[in-house]
């Protein structure tokens, strides 16, 4: 898929996005970047120069802790790890966001909300 | 404050932390491209340009941690600073009249500090009492021969802090209604020997009473007593505590040092209390308090300051300085041709 066919991340999702990666275990900023990009059928790229500035808002705000380890490659990578409250804020964007997307989708599709 | 630790705590390693993840980042991209098939420079290459700017990550990462509202807030003065300097005249404009009033403030207050809040470091100074005398109808002739403060009174006569020493020596010996009298005289230029140095400073003249009746203890030496108005007397002098500190650094041996006072030398025998200046004017600050003996008499006018009674009883006062004046006037008469009888209707009034 090329650039210009990707979708650009609403703003704030990406924090649940990388929340969401996190579910899976501890990982590493590229494994986050990557799984996004791959999992989304490489539809969204997430732009580095948001990455990390997300990760350091997400570790101010107490939601991740990062500790230093090694890759599968033995490369020494931080590692990014869900905390408790990190877990608890998922499950409220998540809600949230399905709440926006029923929202946006009532507006985008009236009649498929005529439907008994 | 959990936020400021962690915020130090990015200051103080957490670029570094950074450059290091963000080159992890790219070699574990690189070497997943590499795998998928493509050549290693392509793989870094690809790597790269999906990263993106490094710098911008870094700049934003470092946004949320450390304090952008005061570095914001330095870049304000920087742009402040560059203006003033760009207009030095307005620059100029407004320093200036921030130091004058802020000098003025500051002046005024002092001034009031020292009048109405500090009274005398002395022993009950609500006591104190400052002796002037008020001229008869033709004392103008006789201001001429007045050094220190002369003025006019409210009834436009003149008048004066200032007394001849035989007046004060004559009240000395004859009053009885003040627990005590000093006189005292300042020494506007001083002229400061010691060893090869010269230097101008400022002192006064005491009466031997001056100490003892003040209440003062020194805070090394002695200070001065009666015996030190003797003429035959080895010529002595108390230093302030400021030039104590300055002269001598405070060192005991500046008791018994000799210095040349307006080229007569004297014995420094005492310090002064730290908080004592002397009672001369607001501000003054008499470095060298030198008694009347051993040659260095004054030439002129000590003050005599009484201390006794509160201002109630001055009219005994009044009459013992009346007498006194009287007295003095007639001594001086024959030395002074032109002083005709009856002028100088010196009538001292007590000040509180």
Known sequence: ?116 | MRRLFDRIRWSLRGDRDLDEEIRAHLEIEASQLEAEGLTPAAAWAAARRRFGSPTLARENSREVWTFAPLETWLQDVRFALRLLARGPLFTLTAVVSLALGIGAAVAAFSLLDTVLLRPLPVTDPQQLVLLRWVSGARGDLLAESINGWLGLDGDGQRTSTSFSCSAYKDLAEHQSSLTGLIAFAEIPDLLVGTGAEADVSTGQYVSGSYFQALGLRPAAGRLLDPADDRRDVQAVAVISYAGWRSRFGGSPSAIGARVLLNRVPVTIVGVMPRAFRGCLQIGSDPEFTNGRGGGLGPGHGPRPDGRGEPPGESRVVRGEADRSLDADCWNVRPRRPGAGRGLPAGAPRIEG
Do not use: C
């Open chain 1, 1 to 116: 898929m090329s650039d210009e066919e990707r979708l650009t991340l609403l703003q704030g999702t990406l924090d649940m996005l990388i929340l969401r990666t996190l579910r899976w275990g501890p990982a590493h900023g590229q494994a986050i970047a990557r799984f996004i990009q791959d999992t989304s059928g490489d539809a969204l790229l997430v732009e580095h120069g948001s990455l990390y500035p997300a990760l350091q808002r997400l570790q101010q705000k107490r939601w991740i802790v990062a500790e230093w380890g090694a890759s599968d490659n033995n490369r020494r990578a931080k590692y990014y790890r869900l905390t408790p409250a990190g877990r608890r804020q998922l499950a409220r964007e998540h809600s949230n966001w399905e709440r926006l997307v029923e929202a946006i989708g009532r507006i985008m599709h009236p009649a498929a909300q005529d439907k008994p």
